[in-house]
């Protein structure tokens, strides 16, 4: 791992608030997020190149380095699958490039919705990803994330793959994940008010109501709401999620449905923490932890097996 690279990405500790100051700053901080005042702005580090090519006509960005390690992260971002991709996504590909030591980092601009329903943003997902494989790549060698609904689209692809035997990523690692396109769960109504970027005031907060990229299909179906499928078979999995975030009932019970699946789970829930707090606070010590928990994970499952 290049050490001076991922020191020149993220410190070793964040911002450290608790309670009240705590929840006062993520407030203002969204505010300032949603009046474009928040800097994201993406600038390519020393050793970094980036490149776009088009796979089936949907625009994939690379970012290179010159690593020795045959690790690949492929990407896809969050957005309720109505938002395009953003800095904040390409900055997060490539420090967690860094962290677990991959060589390339690719970010998807899959089509979106309500333009493009159901199945477009899988079809996008899994061209990449035989893309990746034609050029050599052996699956064992990709790392897959997704937040939010990229998250759900990472799981979805990953299913895809099982049930049409193409081999899987090594590990799935999902931040904020939406796992069920319903609106049933405990915590849509218990942390509405508490969950500052995906709650009852946020301008996503209607398509988490009423998913346009659902289309025709019911919200309720596993093509949608993988919490709702076979999850047997599928790779090692991370899932990070906030206590605060109206994500976190389906989260918990996501990762209990996939631990008795036989899948490898670890659940973190980071106290206090809104959805996707991770890519969108990412000065805060909790998400700099969740950055360094990410790269433990993919060692982990890298190194030792």
């Not at 493009?116 to 899988?122: S, T």
């Not at 050599?136 to 990953?158: C, M, P, Q």
């Not at 899932?239 to 009932?249: D, K, P, R, V």
Request: hydrophobic share 35%; net charge negative; charged share 20%.
């Amino acid at each position: 791992m290049n050490t001076d690279m991922v020191t020149q990405l993220i410190p070793g500790h964040g911002l450290k608030l608790k309670g009240r100051e705590l929840q006062n700053y993520i407030t203002a901080e969204v505010k300032r997020m949603r009046a474009g005042e928040k800097d994201y702005h993406l600038t390519i580090p020393t050793g970094w190149e980036k490149s776009e090519r088009t796979i089936n006509d949907i625009v994939v960005e690379e970012f290179r380095t010159t690593s020795r390690s045959n690790l690949v992260l492929l990407q896809f971002h969050g957005g309720g699958y109505t938002g395009a991709m953003h800095d904040k996504w390409r900055v997060s590909a490539i420090l967690q490039a860094s962290l677990v030591n991959a060589k390339v980092a690719y970010c998807v601009n899959y089509r979106l919705a309500p333009t493009y329903v159901y199945p477009a943003a899988l079809e996008d997902a899994l061209a990449v990803y035989n893309y990746i494989l034609e050029q050599g790549t052996d699956a064992k060698d990709i790392i897959l994330i997704g937040d939010s609904a990229g998250a759900n689209l990472a799981i979805e692809t990953v299913m895809f793959l099982r049930d049409h035997n193409i081999s899987l990523p090594r590990v799935l690692l999902l931040q904020s994940p939406w796992v069920d396109l319903g609106t049933s769960q405990a915590s849509r109504t218990s942390n509405r008010e508490k969950d500052q970027i995906l709650g009852r005031t946020a301008p996503l907060y209607p398509e988490i109501l009423k998913p346009s990229y659902a289309g025709s299909l019911s919200v309720d179906d596993p093509h949608l709401s993988p919490i709702n499928g076979n999850l047997a078979g599928l790779p090692p999995m991370l899932i990070q999620t906030g206590g605060n975030e109206i994500f976190l009932s389906e989260d918990e019970e996501f990762a209990h449905k996939a631990a008795h699946a036989g899948v490898h789970v670890t659940l973190s829930i980071y106290p206090g923490m809104p959805h996707n707090f991770g890519i969108c606070l990412p000065e805060l010590e909790e998400s700099v932890q969740s950055e360094y928990e990410i790269r433990d994970f993919v060692r982990h499952y890298t190194e030792n097996n």
